[in-house]
């Protein structure tokens, strides 16, 4: 029976909550008669019993579950890159380890997605973490959510369930995980949020601090540029230099206008050094979008399939082109 739900848990330092976890799903899988799931726990280089812990599910359930380790710790999007890469389900979920997130939601996400949405992110409208959490990633969600242009609560939130084209048309590194629906969402998949209860910390300590959303702003630059410009980098550098070229260029002729009709000295004024500098600044931006758009010509040439969901029609290769006759009485040989 092929697996149609996969789980991807990214695994460090929570010894104390595999077990419960996997008793969750399972318990929640037979509710809803699912016999195909799978649950694979990344262990992202955990130095406590984490490993033991998930060894010991393997040896009990062979078949449900799989366990990647890593080994050392690479972070939570390559824990996931990993689970996502090595799963086989049509389905994947993603699942903190830590439970705070309730694996009794699992049915309401299925239903989103049965609605026709190609990811569905949980929304933990009544966080229970500490306020110096809350508050830094209320504003990271604010500024996420405009700049993206999607209309979602809650980025960071660890409970998501993806269709697999989605996942297999992204590419994770870094940190960028936070930012998966802001990436499908550029690719045109349909993104849509559930409200879903978020428990307090009970096992271990949290893996991240305020300092996340520092970070989260410069991968959220990259997002930008990433969904809007990553087939035309050309057009970002390009009209910031034609910005800079037109101002430096304007000011230099202004300048040299004053100097023909004889107003006085030029050679002090700041807007001289303003003209010289963005005349150069513009010669440099739009060489780098030059470099930038030679580069895009090496790289990634598949990028079109992602771009499709479907092909129909077109049987010509069956029928022969040779086959085919105009109206106008031409015949291709
Ligand atoms: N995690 C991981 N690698 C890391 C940091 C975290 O696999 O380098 C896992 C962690 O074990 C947990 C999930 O990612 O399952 C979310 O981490 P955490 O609960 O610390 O984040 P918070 O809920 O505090 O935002
Ligand atoms: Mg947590």
């Not at 399972?26 to 033991?52: C, L, P, T």
């Not at 389900?89 to 993603?94: E, P, R, S, W, Y």
């Not at 540029?225 to 057009?235: A, E």
């Amino acid at each position: 029976m092929p697996v149609c739900l996969s789980f991807v848990v990214p695994v460090y330092n929570e010894e104390a909550t595999i077990k419960p976890l996997a008793k969750k799903i399972h318990k929640v899988m037979n509710q809803e008669g699912i016999a195909n799931y799978e649950i694979i726990f990344v262990d992202d280089g955990s130095r406590d019993g984490s490993w033991i812990q998930i060894r010991d599910l393997v040896n009990q359930y062979p078949t449900q579950i799989k366990a990647i380790k890593f080994r050392k710790n690479f972070g939570k999007a390559a824990a996931l890159s990993a689970g996502f890469q090595n799963s086989t389900g049509k389905i994947i979920f993603t699942l903190d380890a830590d439970l705070q997130d309730d694996p009794a939601e699992i049915p309401q996400f299925l239903q989103k997605l049965d609605e026709g949405f190609d990811l569905v992110s949980g929304w933990r409208h009544q966080r229970n973490d500490p306020l110096s959490k809350k508050l830094p990633s209320k504003l990271f969600n604010k500024v996420t959510s405009k700049v993206a242009g999607i209309r979602l609560h809650d980025f960071n939130c660890g409970f998501k369930v993806y269709r697999k084209e989605v996942l297999d048309s992204l590419k994770l590194y870094g940190e960028l995980h936070r930012y998966i629906p802001v990436l499908a969402h550029g690719l045109g998949f349909r993104v849509g949020e559930v409200v879903v209860h978020h428990f307090p910390r009970q096992h271990g300590s949290s893996k991240y601090g305020w300092e996340r959303y520092t970070r989260g702003l410069i991968d959220l630059l990259t997002v930008f540029v990433v969904t809007r410009f990553l087939y035309k980098p050309g057009h970002l550098f390009g009209n910031m230099g034609l910005i800079f070229g037109f101002l430096g260029v304007g000011s230099l002729t202004y300048l040299a206008i004053l100097w023909f009709i004889g107003l006085g000295p030029i050679g002090t004024r700041p807007l001289l050094f303003f003209g010289i500098l963005s005349t150069i600044l513009s010669v440099q931006l739009i060489s780098l979008g030059i470099l930038a758009e030679l580069n895009t010509r090496h790289v990634d040439s598949d990028y079109i399939d992602k771009q499709i969901s479907e092909i129909i029609g077109g049987k010509y290769s069956e029928q022969g082109l040779d086959k085919i006759t105009f109206s106008s009485n031409v015949s291709i040989q």
